[in-house]
């Protein structure tokens, strides 16, 4: 179950469970409507949803579980991305509360799936990118969300780096804390903490990395992550002792770079 605090859980029937194979990024989407679409979305016959629904006023509705299941929003593009539907027209720009809340959704699936803080026009580069670069593969909708709305992304992208700067994105790791947690962890039984703070940071980008189940996303440096790491490890390139699961300064170097925190000695 992957769903963002402070957004109202409203599950609905059009979602493909388990159909996530990557978690590249967000989509941007206009409703080109206004209220609620949860009715719309829970009606098998409109074959539609989205992962967020964001209210002019900056209320967030969830409709599936973002990461693992996928929406039905932008056709070939659904396994792949996940998709934020915001209230109002194509030739309105977003407002202030809206920019504010889908910044809030970016950096939480920065945190939580890696998501770089980037504005890409592509149907396969990381990042916030909109539905109507897809074309006809991903359901033919060339003015969703619109130039105004399009445009504004560089600032939700700008917006969600600052959320970030005072958590999870400005974080600093110090490598001998989690190197001890690893060695000591383990043998101390079901979660024993030794710096918990920093072995969940590290726990967060090993989920991300799709590498580490959520239950074990708990601050202990435990057997699973242990065995995280090493997979980390030889997806790095490492193998034989230096895969053995107990960090070193250039893997976890590596792994910060790319999910936003610092390593220290
Ligand atoms: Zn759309």
Redesign the pocket.
Same mark, same amino acid.
């Given at each position: 179950m992957v769903r963002m605090p402070g957004a109202q859980w409203r599950p609905v029937v059009n979602v493909h469970p388990d159909g996530v194979r990557e978690r590249r990024g967000l989509v941007l !989407?206009?409703q080109d409507d206004t209220g609620s679409p949860y009715g719309w979305f829970d009606n098998p016959a409109s074959q539609a949803s989205s992962d967020f629904w964001v209210r002019r006023d900056g209320h967030v509705e969830q409709y599936c579980d973002t990461g693992t299941d996928y929406a039905w929003?932008?056709g070939a593009g659904n396994p792949y991305y996940a998709s934020v539907e915001t209230e109002g027209h194509p030739d309105t720009a977003l407002t202030a509360a809206q920019v504010e809340a889908v910044a809030h959704i970016y950096a939480w699936g920065h945190s939580v799936f890696g998501w770089p803080l980037a504005v890409v026009d592509s149907t396969t580069e990381h990042g916030f990118t909109y !539905?109507g670069v897809g074309g006809r593969a991903w359901g033919n !909708?060339p003015g969703?969300?619109g130039a105004l709305r399009r445009a504004q992304r560089p600032a939700v992208i700008a917006r969600a780096a600052e959320i970030l700067g005072g958590g999870a994105g400005g974080a600093s790791v110090s490598l001998a804390h989690v190197v001890d947690a690893a060695r000591r962890d383990p043998a101390a039984g079901q979660g024993h903490t030794t710096h918990r703070a920093e072995v969940l940071v590290v726990e967060r980008a090993l989920r991300a990395e799709g590498l580490l189940a959520a239950a074990w996303v708990d601050g202990s440096f435990g057997t699973r992550t242990v065995t995280a790491y090493a997979a980390l490890q030889r997806r790095y390139g490492y193998s034989g002792a230096a895969a053995d699961g107990i960090p070193g300064r250039d893997s976890l170097t590596r792994l910060g770079r790319a999910h936003g925190f610092e390593v220290t000695a």
């Open positions: !989407h206009v929003a932008q !539905h !909708h969703c969300p």
